[in-house]
């Protein structure tokens, strides 16, 4: 599997030059912040990521390709995962964490199946600089900071070249509603393989380009339509982890070996203004981990 993602994104990369030489323009932009303050009041575990996408192609049918390098997203991402206790954590708790990402991602359709295959590189440890970034702002807020303790344990510096890949289908179940079933498998920081199923009420979003946040599961809107109205969204899945570099085994911490997602939002459109709200529920991800965490997402669009 490891082999066949690898030579994919490979040619993604070299595509024929005369398909090169085509002019292409940017014609999509999305982003998501996530944090788990705006969902269960807490700062811990997975408590806070941003997650951002530039879209560029020779212009939008409101229909994917169906030859992968049509569509190119640049992809970045930043991420802090924390201890339940920041100033002292107890034992047994996971490790204090900082990640920032970028990558080359294609998305087109084949036999109808909607396709996402791209590659990541992910940076952590203290040289992403984020957990200074966070101490500056819990200084700014008057909340606790980590300690330095904390911080010395923290999963250390490396570079994890990361695959990912997704594949779904979206079915039509009434005239507003919709289904999408969906597989994904990423190999590097955390390698597992995930499946799960969104639903859609409304026709916001429809002949858009919607990515899906790493953390979350949320999918956000890349490629938008000029379209006012409501799309509510649920959805979940569950994943067979086989290893996560947030959880190294110097840490004494194993991650479990399922993982489930659970969540529910609301997009909305109108005039020059666009809104999204979403909650997840983050099951249990390391061994002796007491409980779950919501998460809350945002995105707020001003036009004008």
Same mark, same amino acid.
């Given at each position: 599997?490891?082999?066949?993602?690898?030579?994919?994104?490979?040619?993604?990369?070299?595509?024929?030059?005369?398909?090169?030489?085509?002019?292409?323009?940017?014609?999509?932009?999305?982003?998501?912040?996530?944090?788990?303050?705006?969902?269960?009041?807490?700062?811990?575990?997975?408590?806070?990521?941003?997650?951002?996408?530039?879209?560029?192609?020779?212009?939008?049918?409101?229909?994917?390709?169906?030859?992968?390098?049509?569509?190119?997203?640049?992809?970045?991402?930043?991420?802090?995962?924390?201890?339940?206790?920041?100033?002292?954590?107890?034992?047994?708790?996971?490790?204090?964490?900082?990640?920032?990402?970028?990558?080359?991602?294609?998305?087109?359709?084949?036999?109808?199946?909607?396709?996402?295959?791209?590659?990541?590189?992910?940076?952590?440890?203290?040289?992403?600089?984020?957990?200074?970034?966070?101490?500056? %702002?819990?200084?700014?807020? =008057?909340? #606790?900071? &980590? /300690?330095? @303790?904390?911080? !010395?344990?923290?999963?250390?510096?490396?570079?994890?070249?990361?695959?990912?890949?997704?594949?779904?289908?979206?079915?039509?179940?009434?005239?507003?509603?919709?289904?999408?079933?969906?597989?994904?498998?990423?190999?590097?920081?955390?390698?597992?393989?995930?499946?799960?199923?969104?639903?859609?009420?409304?026709?916001?979003?429809?002949?858009?380009?919607?990515?899906?946040?790493?953390?979350?599961?949320?999918?956000?809107?890349?490629?938008?339509?000029?379209?006012?109205? %409501?799309?509510?969204?649920? =959805?979940? #899945?569950? &994943? /067979?982890? @086989?290893?996560? !570099?947030?959880?190294?085994?110097?840490?004494?911490?194993?991650?479990?070996?399922?993982?489930?997602?659970?969540?529910?939002?609301?997009?909305?459109?109108?005039?020059?203004?666009?809104?999204?709200?979403?909650?997840?529920?983050?099951?249990?991800?390391?061994?002796?981990?007491?409980?779950?965490?919501?998460?809350?997402?945002?995105?707020?669009?001003?036009?004008?």
């Amino acid at each position: 599997m490891l082999r066949y993602l690898a030579a994919a994104c490979l040619a993604m990369m070299l595509l024929p030059q005369d398909a090169q030489a085509q002019q292409r323009e940017r014609i999509g932009y999305g982003r998501l912040i996530t944090n788990d303050y705006i969902a269960d009041g807490q700062d811990r575990w997975r408590t806070g990521s941003v997650q951002s996408s530039r879209v560029w192609g020779r212009g939008w049918s409101g229909a994917l390709p169906t030859q992968p390098g049509e569509i190119l997203e640049l992809r970045f991402g930043a991420e802090i995962i924390a201890p339940d206790d920041l100033a002292t954590p107890a034992a047994g708790d996971r490790p204090y964490a900082t990640a920032l990402s970028a990558g080359l991602h294609t998305h087109f359709d084949r036999n109808g199946i909607d396709i996402a295959l791209g590659a990541d590189l992910v940076m952590t440890g203290p040289q992403t600089r984020l957990d200074k970034l966070q101490e500056a %702002f819990h200084d700014l807020v =008057g909340v #606790d900071k &980590a /300690s330095d @303790a904390t911080r !010395a344990a923290q999963v250390g510096n490396a570079i994890h070249p990361t695959l990912v890949a997704e594949a779904g289908r979206t079915f039509d179940v009434a005239a507003t509603a919709r289904m999408r079933p969906f597989l994904e498998a990423r190999a590097g920081v955390e390698t597992l393989v995930r499946a799960g199923v969104d639903v859609t009420f409304g026709e916001l979003g429809r002949g858009e380009l919607m990515v899906r946040d790493s953390v979350t599961g949320q999918r956000y809107r890349a490629i938008t339509e000029d379209f006012s109205g %409501f799309a509510f969204v649920m =959805g979940g #899945d569950i &994943a /067979s982890v @086989a290893d996560s !570099a947030y959880l190294p085994a110097s840490s004494g911490i194993a991650a479990r070996d399922l993982r489930t997602r659970l969540r529910a939002g609301v997009h909305w459109q109108g005039g020059q203004m666009a809104a999204f709200y979403g909650l997840t529920y983050l099951g249990k991800e390391f061994e002796g981990q007491d409980e779950g965490q919501f998460l809350g997402s945002i995105r707020l669009d001003l036009n004008f």
